[in-house]
């Protein structure tokens, strides 16, 4: 299946514009397809929240069409995400279907997005072979590429001095082997050697027989690949363990995703990559940040933040097609090449792997002036980062 450029996808719109115009009073329909139950409810609410703010900004129109959000629920669960993704296109007649939050279930749904020709917006979900090994035309990333994150992290801790040595810790699953490969690809290139590695069960409720091997080959920084309460245990343990001389460093959901009124001061001197934070200082992440905590109380997550910026690519790509979205190969082609303004800048996609193409930044989790709370400070940002080209073969 070739690509289409963006000149000829706008051919294509233009020579349906007349079936289309009949039709152009009609909703554009957009399955949103979240974990609204399961292990990722959480990520999942906050996706909906930045989604339905862009959206609302907007008067939830674009190209001179009104948009219909049909929403399902995965449950975590990849086999039910395939059965609603069915549900949505075959059922509900939705045009394109934005998500799911989690690797296994984005791994699940991309052989039916690309047999079916049915647009998929990722807004989350990270796993490395979505966008490389298995890129397909129909499956656009607006969030990022799990080696996008922690490569540049590994690279930048060589280069500033921070370690020349590391042990790897990380759940066991697609986003923890991901992360491990990545930093450990990228931290040997650039002169560190990695001293161990142990991916660390779902289900382990304690992680001292892992952490009984990194203060048996020790190193400068233990980089940990861990969401919530699993990453509370680490800190937990590295705490038990006496490791805090190592620099602790991962990816930003290390920190993002802790519950801070229970680790508190703990959680300072920890140095993550993301693509978002709050403290991003951009004209359109201000008003983002002002906008959501206006409504919610609180500034958006990076999840909240994914959601918004995959909200803003639909939303510039349906007026690039003046809202004609019956070709749905044209419109994922389109969907590709167009740039937007989200709440992480100006942003596009990649068209050689659909994966956007983003900053990333270095940070400090530190205690705020005063020692109440923990606040974040960038360290550096890495520009107009891409995933690797060679593994994609679109088709």
């Known amino acids: 299946m070739a690509l289409l450029t963006r000149r000829e996808a706008l051919s294509g719109v233009a020579a349906l514009a007349a079936a289309g115009a009949a039709a152009a009073a009609e909703p554009v329909r957009i399955g949103l397809l979240l974990d609204m139950t399961g292990p990722l409810a959480l990520t999942s609410e906050d996706i909906a929240a930045g989604f339905a703010l862009a959206l609302d900004a907007a008067g939830r129109e674009a190209g001179g069409r009104p948009l219909q959000i049909v929403l399902e ?52 979900a990270g796993a490395t072979a979505l966008t490389g090994e298995k890129c397909s035309p129909f499956v656009l990333r607006v969030s990022y590429s799990h080696e996008q994150v922690v490569a ?3 690279t930048w801790m060589v280069r500033n001095g921070v370690a020349r040595s590391a042990y790897l810790l990380a759940a066991e699953g697609i986003a923890g082997r991901d992360h491990a490969a990545a930093f450990r690809k990228a931290f040997a290139a650039a002169g560190g050697t990695v001293a161990g590695e142990e991916f660390v069960p779902a289900t382990a409720q ?47 959901w290390l920190v993002s995703t802790l519950d801070m009124a229970r680790v508190g001061a703990r959680a300072a001197g920890i140095i993550g990559a993301t693509s978002y934070l709050p403290e991003l200082d951009l004209d359109a992440n201000r008003d983002c940040v002002a906008a959501f905590a206006r409504r919610h109380g609180r500034p958006p997550s990076e999840f909240a933040a994914q959601g918004f910026d995959a909200a803003r690519l639909l939303l510039a790509g349906l007026e690039a097609l003046e809202g004609n979205v019956a070709n749905r190969r ?31 930044h270095i940070f400090e989790t530190r205690r705020r002036q005063g020692g109440e709370g923990i606040g974040f400070e960038i360290l550096a940002r890495i520009p107009d980062v891409r995933v690797d080209r060679d593994a994609c073969q679109m088709g």
């Open 73 to 124: 629920d995965t449950a975590g669960n990849p086999a039910r995400a395939a059965e609603r993704f069915v549900k949505l296109v075959q059922g509900d007649g939705v045009d394109i279907v934005v998500g799911p939050p989690g690797s296994p279930e984005a791994l699940a749904l991309r052989d039916l997005a690309h047999a079916q020709g049915v647009p998929l917006v990722v807004p989350n």
């Open 152 to 154: 540049p992290l590994a």
């Open 206 to 252: 304690d992680f001292a027989p892992y952490l009984a091997k990194v203060r048996l080959r020790p190193a400068d920084a233990i980089f940990a690949s861990f969401f919530g309460v699993a990453a509370e245990r680490f800190l937990d343990g590295v705490d038990a363990f006496g490791l805090r001389s190592a620099r602790l460093c991962g990816p930003g």
């Open 330 to 360: 044209a419109t994922a082609a389109i969907l590709a090449h167009t740039s937007f303004e989200g709440a992480r800048g100006r942003l596009a996609l990649d068209p050689r792997t659909n994966n956007v193409v983003q900053d990333i």
